[in-house]
């Protein structure tokens, strides 16, 4: 499974964002997939995941304000991102996996996609 994020730029506080990634089919299907993001000098954090049967979970600081989806007809899974605080500003990454029990762990995933920087700023 191969992923590609991107969409990520700079966007003044208050803006709103949707980074992309799109993702290579598995042939046994794809159990869950995560956005987790990583600060200068943090560790890479968890933010949101979609599961197989559409069900979806966020870190507490981003309910509310970010809506993830998931199109299985382009392989593609979106990060729509609001009412951005320069707090959101990280290295945003796409994540997947066949079978996950804890998908708001990035551990569990194997699959993982390179990475797209979002900037809040004024």
């Known amino acids: 499974v191969q992923l590609q994020a991107s969409g990520g730029g700079l966007v003044q506080p208050g803006g709103s964002l949707r980074v992309s990634c799109v993702y290579s089919?598995?042939?046994?299907?794809?159990?869950?997939m995560g956005w987790f993001r990583q600060a200068p000098g943090k560790e890479r954090e968890w933010v949101s995941y979609i599961t197989s049967d559409e069900k979806t979970e966020y870190t507490d600081s981003v309910k509310g304000r970010f809506t993830i989806t998931r199109d299985n007809a382009r392989n593609m899974v979106y990060l729509q991102m609001s009412s951005l605080n320069p707090e959101d500003t990280a290295v945003y990454y796409c994540?997947?996996?066949?079978?996950?029990?804890?998908?708001?762990?990035?551990?569990?995933?194997?699959?993982w996609g390179q990475g797209t920087q979002v900037t809040v700023s004024s």
């Open positions: 994540a997947a996996e066949i079978v996950v029990l804890r998908p708001s762990e990035s551990f569990e995933y194997k699959y």
């Open positions: 089919q598995s042939p046994f299907g794809l159990a869950a």
